[in-house]
């Protein structure tokens, strides 16, 4: 017989925990829309404004310009919206909060904590993206080469991209300490946005030969040369399998190194 108050507590089914966690996620992020929204979304759009709108009317630029930007930005806000809503969420609650300790006591896996942290990240990568694409488009005026008719490649790489960064995400948070937290956007950041190929296209490296193979390790190359083969599919860009290839390699490599680490400060 089991004795008076030690009877088995009835197990949970993981999925329901699952969307436990995530509504909770949902309803936090709710809260903070304007200002996550603020955060992913005025550095793309004041580049737009700047390279996008102005220098192309006064000259400076060629007014085709757009055609090669308006992937890139795309691209910038998926990604760093992805890799943000995952990474300081994640340094926040293993350095100062140490929320993550409640989550960490749900009747689950701790690799499905990680991954509903993924998930959420993802789904805030397409939002941000959602409201880029079309306040960039309305800025830039007509952009040659726009074809946005292969939906089903749009769909498929925004869903890789947002995973890709998410999972990485995952990783840098569970390995930059808070007092380290300006050092992701020094020296991680804002080198993958300058050579990320989504100010220009990765085949306008050709007169840098060595520039053009260096930045293949550079994940958000892929993200961006994915966005031109997606909605300006006439113009030169990356191919669209190997595009595909190097984001899934690169998802399950971030996703296999984030939950080691992950594990690793859980159960430290």
Not at 46 to 60: E, H, S
Not at 118 to 133: D, H, K, N, S
Not at 151 to 175: C, E, K, N, P, Q
Not at 244 to 253: I, P, R
């Amino acid at each position: 017989m089991t004795a008076p108050g030690f009877a088995e507590r009835p197990r949970i089914p993981a999925g329901r925990v699952f969307l436990a966690l995530f509504r909770r996620d949902a309803l936090v992020a709710g809260k903070e829309l304007p200002f996550f929204l603020l955060r992913v979304t005025l550095q793309p759009l004041l580049f737009v404004l700047v390279f996008g709108y102005l220098l192309p009317r006064m000259g400076f630029v060629q007014p085709g310009y757009t055609s090669a930007l308006l992937p890139g930005i795309l691209a910038i806000s998926l990604a760093f919206a992805s890799l943000q809503s995952v990474a300081l969420p994640m340094v926040a609650d293993f350095g100062w909060t140490r929320e993550i300790e409640d989550r960490l006591l749900a009747p689950v896996p701790i690799s499905l904590v990680a991954f509903e942290k993924v998930v959420a990240g993802v789904v805030q990568g397409v939002i941000a993206a959602l409201v880029v694409l079309p306040i960039a488009r309305l800025m830039m005026g007509p952009i040659a080469g726009l074809d946005i008719r292969g939906w089903g490649w749009l769909v498929g790489i925004t869903l890789l991209a947002a995973t890709t960064f998410s999972t990485f995400g995952l990783l840098l948070g569970t390995i930059i300490e808070p007092a380290q937290i300006g050092l992701m956007f020094g020296f991680i950041v804002a080198p993958m946005i300058f050579f990320g190929c989504a100010y220009y296209p990765w085949q306008g490296l050709d007169a840098v030969p060595v520039m053009k193979y260096a930045v293949l390790v550079n994940p958000l190359v892929y993200v961006s040369e994915g966005m031109r083969a997606a909605i300006t599919p006439s113009l030169p860009h990356m191919p669209i399998w190997l595009v595909t290839f190097a984001l899934l390699a690169l998802s399950g490599l971030f996703w296999r190194l984030g939950m080691r680490t992950f594990t690793r400060r859980a159960i430290g």
